[in-house]
Nanobody, 115 residues
């Protein structure tokens, strides 16, 4: 099993920056990919960014050029640096770990961008 704990959310003005961090523990050697997803009120959870062991990185079109995902295998963390934030980035952000036969989610961290 893998446990994920997110941190770094908060309230920021439009145009500002935030850095989210996700710390993984447990069977971290079995992790194939780590990613960030978000869910806004009334909307489905969506991919923000994901990084695998390649490392190959994939970003949602809506965040390309503004968000950067970092993975530190030694520390078992995955960070999401968010810049030029927009009100539409407001959501609960979740960390996800993908293993061969299972996935794990963190509890989520709220990001609110005011206009």
């Amino acid at each position: 099993q893998v446990q994920l704990v997110e941190s770094g959310g908060g309230l920021v003005q439009a145009g500002g920056s935030l850095r989210l961090s996700c710390a993984a523990s447990g069977s971290t050697s079995s992790i194939i990919a780590l990613g960030w997803y978000r869910q806004a009120p009334g909307k489905q959870r969506e991919l923000v960014a994901v990084i695998d062991s390649g490392p190959r990185i994939n970003y949602a079109d809506s965040v390309k050029g503004r968000f950067t995902i970092f993975r530190d295998k030694g520390k078992n963390t995955v960070d999401l640096q968010m810049t030029s934030l927009k009100p539409e980035d407001t959501a609960v952000y979740y960390c996800k770990a993908e293993l061969w036969r299972s996935v794990y989610w963190g509890q989520g961290t709220q990001v609110t961008v005011s206009s």
